[in-house]
């Protein structure tokens, strides 16, 4: 019998077992997640090297929430993000030096700051997000569009999953 490293023997614990996650549609949930999250990563940073050279990958997903909903606080940012205020403060002050951002008082509250994406911000991304759109259809152009709809469909229902 082989020891999975848990002291659990090859299964796991009974309660893992009961729990279904051994099942064969999670294992394949687990493999294929895998490999999509892999490639997303990968592709984040080839996006975010076409939008400028210097730009960090994890900066990506920031100027495409930017991008979708308009001015926001840091600290909205880095709780959608997932980061540190620390960390949200770093990567705003290299968008800004790359010009892609910039901010400006809230009119609600003179102590805060909102961060908005510049023009050139703005020129960029959405030339990227347009290519990157243009990518996916055309390696999913033998897909019909309903199950490109559903596929859409799951994943939402998937991310706002996630997000409790």
């Keep these: 019998m082989q ?8 299964g796991g614990d009974s309660a893992l077992a009961a729990s279904g996650v051994d099942q064969p549609a999670f294992l394949a949930l687990e493999r294929e997640l895998t490999v999509l999250l ?3 990563r990968a592709s984040q940073g080839e996006m975010a ?7 960090e990958s994890s900066a990506y997903g920031l100027l495409v929430r930017l991008d979708e909903c308009g001015k926001q606080r840091a600290t909205e940012l880095a709780g959608y993000i997932g980061v540190g205020k620390a ?28 961060v908005a994406l510049t023009q050139e911000g703005q020129d960029r991304v959405r030339r990227v997000r347009e290519a990157r759109r ?3 259809a055309g390696r999913l ?14 994943l939402h229902q998937l991310n706002r999953g996630m997000e409790k």
């Design 141 to 154: 152009a033998d897909w019909d569009t309903h199950e490109v709809t559903e596929l859409a469909r799951l």
């Design 134 to 136: 243009a990518r996916y």
């Design 49 to 55: 090297r076409e939008v400028h050279p210097d730009l």
């Design 3 to 10: 020891d999975n490293g848990n002291g659990d023997g090859p």
């Design 87 to 114: 960390t949200m403060s770093r990567q705003l002050r290299a968008l800004e030096e790359l010009g892609l951002v910039a901010r400006e008082p809230d009119p609600a509250d003179g102590r805060a700051w909102l």
């Design 38 to 40: 892999r490639r997303a």
